[in-house]
């Protein structure tokens, strides 16, 4: 699973210590910008593009957690998020299917 991510054993225990570390919060991102994190094409893209890395190893997690909480992710990822730039791209691909 590690290797899918794009992860060392050693790295992926060393990003298991920033806040809500254990909390899925790329499924919870995806899912509050309006991509289904469960399609075939956003789980490629998602894998190819090392999304879940970039999640687990994100500075932000505390903001983006925040974020969460008060429902306005949305309105607020671009600032702030790693991984935004791959959330406009599924968010285009969707819209050029
Ligand atoms: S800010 Fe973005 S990259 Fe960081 S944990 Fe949240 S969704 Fe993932």
Partial sequence: MLNDIGMSPAEFDEAMHPPYAS???LTLAMLSVGID?????????ARSHFMSRTCITCPRRRK?????QAFDFEGHYRDFCPNSENF?????????A
């Fill in 23 to 25: 909390e899925d919060l």
């Fill in 37 to 45: 994190p469960d399609d075939f094409d956003t789980l490629e893209f």
């Fill in 64 to 68: 983006c957690h925040d974020r969460m």
């Fill in 88 to 96: 406009l791209k599924l968010l285009r691909k969707r819209c050029d």
